[in-house]
T-cell receptor
Framework: QKEVEQNSGPLSVPEGAIASLNCTYSDRGSQSFFWYRQYSGKSPELIMSIYSNGDKEDGRFTAQLNKASQYVSLLIRDSQPSDSATYLCAPKGATDSWGKLQFGAGTQVVVTP | GAGVSQSPRYKVAKRGQDVALRCDPISGHVSLFWYQQALGQGPEFLTYFQNEAQLDKSGLPSDRFFAERPEGSVSTLKIQRTQKEDSAVYLC?????????????FGPGTRLTVT
């Protein structure tokens, strides 16, 4: 079992709709969670961080965390073609005090006009 | 301010050659990470520096891989006797490790192709 699981996609989303991305992780002690966006041929770009159970909103992005279920999600509202990218989920391991991240393989999102 | 920079952006090496990849982190960032990303996969941790100290090198795939950060700023990842399986994108990330709680910012990466 992989430590971080994401649906690989592609997730096809009509322009203007909500894209919903899911991530499960195996390290029960993880406390910090990050979402990165990666355009094809580019490096990961940090878009959201979340540390507490519940929702965190930033613009069109909402991250949701449920530590009991070991589940974190990302919602993209009013999806735009520029949101087409791979989204990487990255929990910080509980035993890594300096912040080593475990990345999922990513979910590819395709927003269709 | 300036972000993380890496050089070269692309490197083609013949099998058996040594390569050196450079990372210049965001000014003032204490923590520096190297990751390796294969096509279609998420980044995989290689090694971590806090200032000049290499605190974790558990992800280095073999003793052909070596990293240093002698003055606590610029870091170099060296790969000796490159093999085809070393072909990947090598990403450097830096973090302040302060109130931002481990948020890491990536450089553009170096794409290494071993022929």
């Amino acid at each position: 079992q992989k430590e971080v699981e994401q649906n690989s996609g592609p997730l096809s989303v009509p322009e203007g709709a909500i894209a919903s991305l899911n991530c499960t992780y195996s390290d029960r002690g993880s406390q910090s969670f990050f979402w990165y966006r990666q355009y094809s041929g580019k490096s990961p770009e940090l878009i959201m961080s979340i540390y507490s159970n519940g929702d965190k909103e930033d613009g069109r992005f909402t991250a949701q965390l449920n530590k009991a279920s070991q589940y974190v999600s990302l919602l993209i509202r009013d999806s735009q073609p520029s949101d087409s990218a791979t989204y990487l989920c990255a929990p910080k391991g509980a035993t890594d005090s300096w912040g080593k991240l475990q990345f999922g393989a990513g979910t590819q999102v395709v927003v269709t006009p | 301010g300036a972000g993380v920079s890496q050089s070269p952006r692309y490197k083609v090496a013949k099998r058996g050659q040594d390569v050196a990849l450079r990372c210049d982190p965001i000014s003032g960032h204490v923590s520096l990470f190297w990751y390796q990303q294969a096509l279609g996969q998420g980044p995989e941790f290689l090694t971590y520096f806090q200032n000049e100290a290499q605190l974790d090198k558990s992800g280095l795939p073999s003793d052909r891989f070596f990293a240093e950060r002698p003055e606590g700023s610029v870091s170099t990842l060296k790969i000796q006797r490159t093999q085809k399986e070393d072909s990947a994108v090598y990403l450097c990330a830096s973090s302040w490790k302060g109130l931002a709680s481990y948020e890491q910012y990536f450089g553009p990466g170096t794409r290494l192709t071993v022929t």
